[in-house]
Nanobody, 120 residues
């Protein structure tokens, strides 16, 4: 199970931190990713982190502004979002896949319910 939290309304230039609590998954050879979807647009990958080694991956559009991290003890992944822009608006989803990380949504089978981020 994946449960996201931390979304909300923020002004341009502001910050938010999203959390994804993962439960029921064992081992460390899996990837946790953050995706977002705006109305009428395809779901896009934002960032991902490999649970075992901690390797991180970012979409070009968020590099330098977003940081993905994990708390292994709490099985939680975070997405720190700074310098937010109106284009960052959308529903943000946490997703999990066994194996290496990709930023394409079709590689992921397990999804959270999403949390809304509005930058306005």
């Amino acid at each position: 199970q994946l449960v996201e939290s931390g979304g909300g309304l923020v002004q341009p230039g502001g910050s938010l931190r999203l959390s994804c609590a993962a439960s029921g998954y064992t081992g460390s050879t899996y990837c946790l990713g953050w995706f977002r979807q705006a109305p009428g647009k395809e779901r896009e990958g934002v960032a991902a982190i490999y649970r075992g080694g901690g390797g991180t991956y970012y979409a070009d559009s968020v590099k330098g502004r977003f940081t993905i991290s994990q708390n292994n003890a709490r099985n939680t992944v975070y997405l720190q979002m700074n310098s937010l822009k109106p284009d960052d608006t959308g529903t943000y989803y946490c997703a999990l896949r066994r194996g290496v990380c990709y930023l394409r949504h079709y590689w992921y089978k397990n999804w959270g319910q999403g949390t809304q981020v509005t930058v306005s």
